[in-house]
């Protein structure tokens, strides 16, 4: 494989890159997906996707990543559980190496995704995915119909996802470490003046608690100030403190912004990048939006954009 060049490679192995992988497959191209350190990406972690169109009693996380995988096999697409830990970009031809290979291709899809930044508190990671802790209102919202939940952050995203929750939940606890928001006047406004929303300020998470149902029961908090600590009685945590892209491997060799989404060509727009045959999809380039079909879209866009470009370049 060392010696080959792939028409196409493609990393990751989320909802867009399996969806590059469909369609690059489908054109003839035989992709090469590097799965690295986590296939299926965020949504395998998900245990029930009920927004993801075609599915109306709902499906699996897990079960919609290996679906789509088994679509790509079908046409031809190649796995390879490989991690990228250097990439050379400039030239006809990208070489893309991990610790044990160096491989080549003429197009680069870059679907590397985005991780959710978690608080690191005792019992986060044990309620993880389907028993009580989040990382997503639009994913899990509609799970905590009637529960008193809580929202972790202070910015816009953390307001709008607690604003987002009140449709579901009797009681949301919009829980932030300084004595004021960091959102703007107007989402702070917004929360300030809700109903369902009760400000907790001054306030950090020690500890996320279960009950014997092996669901969330409650959060434990300390009061930054006074350093007193309490219980929430609650039946869900949403954690909104951003994101960080999985990009960290392109710095200096592509356009990133500051919290290092890759950036649009200027002329083209995504899913081109600065670099001539390399394009992006999905969360790594996707501050916004952050859901599984959008990066399924944007999935697409890629292939037929990265399909396109090599008939150009002579394929």
């Known amino acids: 494989m060392t010696d080959d060049i792939n028409d196409i490679i493609i990393l990751g192995s989320g909802c867009a890159g399996l969806t590059a992988a469909i369609y690059s497959a489908r054109a003839g191209l035989r992709p090469l997906v590097l799965e690295g350190g986590r296939p299926g990406g965020q949504l395998v972690s998900t245990s029930d996707v009920e927004n993801f169109p ?22 031809g697409s190649r796995f390879d559980g490989a991690s990228v830990e250097s990439v050379l970009l400039d030239g006809e031809v990208k070489t893309l190496r991990s610790a044990a290979k160096t491989l080549r291709t003429r197009a680069l899809i870059i679907a590397t995704g985005a991780s959710p930044r978690l608080l690191g508190i005792p019992g986060e990671g044990d309620f993880f995915g389907g028993n009580g802790v989040s990382t997503c209102a639009t994913c899990d919202g509609a799970f905590f119909r009637g529960a008193e939940i809580a929202v972790v952050g202070g910015g816009d995203s953390a307001c709008e996802e607690a604003l ?40 950090t998470p020690v500890a996320v608690l279960g ?81 599984a079909i959008s990066a399924a879209g944007s999935g697409c866009r890629a292939a037929i954009a990265a399909e396109r470009w090599l008939e ?3 394929r």
């Open 54 to 75: 075609g599915f109306p009693d709902g499906i699996d996380g897990f079960t919609l990543v290996e679906n789509m995988r088994r679509q790509a096999e079908k046409f």
């Open 211 to 291: 009950g014997a149902d092996g669901k969330v029961r409650a959060l434990a908090v300390r009061n930054v100030k006074s350093g007193e600590e309490r219980e929430i009685a609650l039946q869900g945590v949403f954690v909104a403190i951003g994101h960080e892209p999985n990009t960290k491997v392109f710095a200096g060799k592509l356009p990133l912004d500051a919290q290092g989404y890759i950036l649009p060509h200027p002329q083209s727009g995504l899913p081109h990048t600065g670099v001539e045959g390399v394009f992006a999809a999905g969360d790594c380039a996707d501050p916004v939006y952050q859901q």
């Open 164 to 203: 987002f929750l009140t449709r579901f939940a009797s009681r949301v606890h919009l829980i932030h470490r300084r004595s004021a928001f960091r959102a703007s006047d107007i989402m702070a406004k917004r929360v300030a003046e809700h109903p369902k929303i009760s400000p907790v300020l001054d306030t």
């Open 312 to 314: 150009e370049h002579g």
